[in-house]
Nanobody, 121 residues
Framework: QVQLVESGGGKVEAGGALRLSCAAS????????MGWYRQAPGKERELVAT???????IYGDSVKGRFTISRDNAQNTVSLQMNSLKPEDTAVYYC???????????????WGQGTQVTVSS
């Protein structure tokens, strides 16, 4: 009963910037983590950044210093500001939501459909 919708992907030249947004709807519990993962063709899906409801943030090593994650708890949205983009950032970016106290008091993952980010050299 939870849906995640991403927006903001597109094509940009190296050194440019994009801002991704994700809106969660449905039965959202307050104790949760939202974040972004990405997957390039033939590669494993990797962590970009996550942020929990209390504000703790984790960044993947490859994006530290360039990307910034933020969230609005009242609106159940998460954003990713991507600066100084590199061609190796090209991937499908997926919004992720973890509800830590879902039905049965067990964590559960939800995923958006993904949005394409392409960075040209």
């Amino acid at each position: 009963q939870v849906q995640l919708v991403e927006s903001g992907g597109g094509k940009v030249e190296a050194g440019g910037a994009l801002r991704l947004s994700c809106a969660a709807s449905g039965n959202i519990f307050s104790i949760n983590t939202m974040g972004w993962y990405r997957q390039a063709p033939g590669k494993e899906r990797e962590l970009v950044a996550t942020i929990e409801n209390a504000g703790r943030i984790i960044y993947g090593d490859s994006v530290k210093g360039r990307f910034t994650i933020s969230r609005d708890n009242a609106q159940n949205t998460v954003s990713l500001q991507m600066n100084s983009l590199k061609p190796e950032d090209t991937a499908v970016y997926y919004c992720n939501l973890v509800l830590w106290y879902y039905y049965g008091n067990q964590p559960r993952d939800f995923w958006g459909q993904g949005t394409q980010v392409t960075v040209s050299s």
